[in-house]
């Protein structure tokens, strides 16, 4: 009995341990969005270490800026151009605008890639760029749920974290989304009060302009007498 015991509070350990790993792992491969504004006439890079077969996947957004437009490239070692396009997100469909920031390639060599925005096309106007992409510890979700010793609950854990990492790509999305909405919503407010100032401006001028010509016009001795 006391054996039992003993092997069952071992294996309870074990699995114990296995499944902070695991919880640690998927900790770890989650990752946080960025958010950086790219000057006129500048560019901004990142770099990334990949591995030749490796996926690479991220997603990106104009919220701020111009037409809501930038220049993205992607360059591989010895500089080859991997992907390089003109996007817009100014479209009204939401789903149009998220589709155009989604970025997918294996990696054909191994070796330090760059990612970049490119806004050298704009004279005035700077974009604010929100981006977000996986880590190499996402890929290797499915190798360690094969392993003999990690039980159904180790994959119910994974299941859970892919879970997390989509509710929070989505609530990601709606913030961005949000934040277009808000800039849009604050543009409007701020042309409406500028259209009020100058309303107001207008009609000041007007009614002055008509008190002193009544003025002029019973002050002026011809015109009195023509009355």
Not at 84 to 105: C, H, L, P
Not at 142 to 164: F, M, T
Request: hydrophobic share 40%; net charge negative; glycine share 4%.
């Amino acid at each position: 009995i006391e054996r039992h015991s003993v092997l069952e509070v071992m294996m309870k350990s074990i699995s114990g341990v296995a499944l902070l790993a695991v919880v640690l792992i998927a900790g770890w491969s989650c990752s946080d969005a960025l958010t950086l504004q790219v000057e006129p006439q500048q560019e901004e890079c990142f770099y990334h270490d990949m591995l030749a077969g490796e996926t690479f996947a991220m997603e990106f957004e104009v919220i701020r800026g111009g037409l809501l437009d930038i220049q993205f490239r992607i360059t591989g070692p010895q500089d080859r151009i991997i992907m390089e396009k003109m996007t817009y997100f100014n479209r009204r469909d939401d789903a149009a605008n998220e589709q155009e920031g989604k970025v997918s390639f294996v990696a054909s060599f191994s070796g330090i890639h760059k990612i970049c925005f490119d806004n050298t096309m704009s004279r005035w106007t700077a974009k604010v760029v929100t981006f977000h992409a996986k880590d190499k510890a996402s890929s290797n979700k499915d190798e360690i749920a094969k392993l003999e010793h990690l039980g159904p609950v180790v994959d119910s854990v994974i299941k859970i974290s892919d879970d997390l990492d989509t509710i929070e790509r989505l609530q990601h999305h709606m913030r961005v989304r949000e934040q277009v909405h808000r800039d849009i919503t604050d543009s409007t407010n701020s042309r409406v009060q500028w259209l009020a100032i100058i309303e107001s401006i207008v009609l000041i001028v007007m009614a002055v302009i008509q008190l002193n010509y009544i003025e002029n016009w019973f002050t002026d001795s011809n015109k009195r007498g023509r009355v």
